[in-house]
Nanobody, 126 residues
Framework: QVQLVESGGGLVQTGGSLTLSCAAS????????IAWFRQAPGKQREAVSC????????SYSDDVKDRFTIARDRERNTTILQMTNLKLEDTAVYFC???????????????????WGQGTQVTVAS
C-alpha cells in the first residue's frame, strides 16, 4: 500500500527555517517524482517543488526559488524540503505527493500525482 507521511511542520518566525520530510512506503521511490504542494487558507493548492532522479534537476515555483531546497534521502526513502528565509505568505498546509517517473515541464499540475500525504502545517509569524 502506497503511503506518504509528512512531518516537520510547525511555527516559525519570519526569516526562520524549517525542514519538512516526506516518508514513503509501499512503492519504489526511485520510480516516481515526488512533489511538494501547499494550500493556504482560502486559497487553491499550489505547487512548490518537485524532484525526480530522472530529471536534470529539481523544479521550484518562482515564489520559493532560491529559498527552498528539495532533496532525496535514498537510504531513508524520504524526500525533504528545506525552507529558509520564510515569509508570512509561506503559511500553509504542505503536502507531498508521488507521481510519474519525471517531474517534467508540467510538474506543477497536481492531477499528475496519484498519491498524497495528509499534510503538515507550517505557520510563519512575525
Amino acid at each position: 500500500q502506497v503511503q506518504l507521511v509528512e512531518s516537520g511542520g510547525g511555527l516559525v518566525q519570519t526569516g526562520g527555517s524549517l525542514t519538512l520530510s516526506c516518508a514513503a512506503s509501499g512503492f519504489d521511490f526511485r520510480g516516481h517524482a515526488i512533489a511538494w504542494f501547499r494550500q493556504a487558507p482560502g486559497k487553491q493548492r499550489e505547487a512548490v517543488s518537485c524532484f525526480s532522479i530522472w530529471d536534470e534537476g529539481p523544479s521550484y515555483s518562482d515564489d520559493v526559488k532560491d529559498r527552498f531546497t528539495i532533496a532525496r534521502d535514498r537510504e531513508r526513502n524520504t524526500t525533504i524540503l528545506q525552507m529558509t528565509n520564510l515569509k508570512l505568505e509561506d503559511t500553509a498546509v504542505y503536502f507531498c505527493a508521488s507521481g510519474p517517473l519525471r517531474c517534467g515541464p508540467f510538474w506543477n499540475q497536481q492531477g499528475r500525482f496519484q498519491s498524497w500525504g495528509q499534510g503538515t502545517q507550517v505557520t510563519v509569524a512575525s
